[in-house]
């Protein structure tokens, strides 16, 4: 069996978030008279090996403690109530064959209720937020390696006014790395990425200071990069609060071993009846989670 690898106390934390906020989400919407789904973006396995990287077991790897934690798709599975539909994308083929067998194995019950998509997210996400969500709900998870996420999914996601949101913001592992000191020797490609994963440009004038510096041969301007994580956090909180109608605005950081910030956990939802409800419920859920840390 295929088993993805990556993480640390992290991927539990974010996993055990996800998965009390899916049981009070059914709990509450199964009293209406909507059809809920939980979209799986970046499904995954099934399994995770929960890689424990302390410098004790870098040093010694033959020790190292390897453990298997059930990964969002069977987290959703295992939700009670229950989903009326369970839709995976993963661009690999392999892990997402892992996770049909693992269904058709562990939950034949449920396998009818799932639908699958060897695709890249952005692609499927745009067309599933096209269609009609008036008697449709749904949770939307984003948790990809990196800066795989474009803005202008977001904006789709935002757009249903019937999904809420849960997305891994790459802002330490992916964002910081890509903001060179000096804004002159910031590749194309990467400003690219940038500009796809804030839908902006504005990042520039936020995360960059221009001064004028004098040289032998006169004055030139240099362009500095003058942020931090909270900076780049905050950023994308003001993007998304710009979108949505409800934000939880100050997300979780989630770091390495090594305290170093990789993702920014957030949660935004999208319906005006809702999003007080939701918001609550998913800031308490955090709260308590950072608690027991
Ligand atoms: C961090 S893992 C997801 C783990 C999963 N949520 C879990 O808890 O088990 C990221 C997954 O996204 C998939 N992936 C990478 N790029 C993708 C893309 N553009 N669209 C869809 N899936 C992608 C990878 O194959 C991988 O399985």
Redesign the pocket.
Known sequence: MAI?K?GGNW?ETK?NILGKYLSAYTTILKKYNFKIAFI?????????ENKQNTDENLLFEFEETKEYIK???I?ALETKPCFDRYIF????KN?LDNLKQIINEKFSNKKDNCIFYN????IVLEKLCNKNWQRHRAIV?L???GM?VKWQTIESIAKTKAIDLWILFPFGIGVNRLLTNDISKMPSSWEKKLNDIFGTDEWKNTFYKTTVEPSLFGEFEKTRKVTNFNKIAQFYIDRLESIFVGVIDKPMYLCNSRNNPLFLFCFASGNEKGSKTAIKIAKNIMVKEMGLK
């Open positions: 993805n990556f991927t996993l799986d973006a970046f499904a995954g396995t099934g399994y995770i990964g969002s798709a987290v994308i993963d661009l690999n892990n695709d890249d997210a952005n998870f948790d990809p390696f795989e």
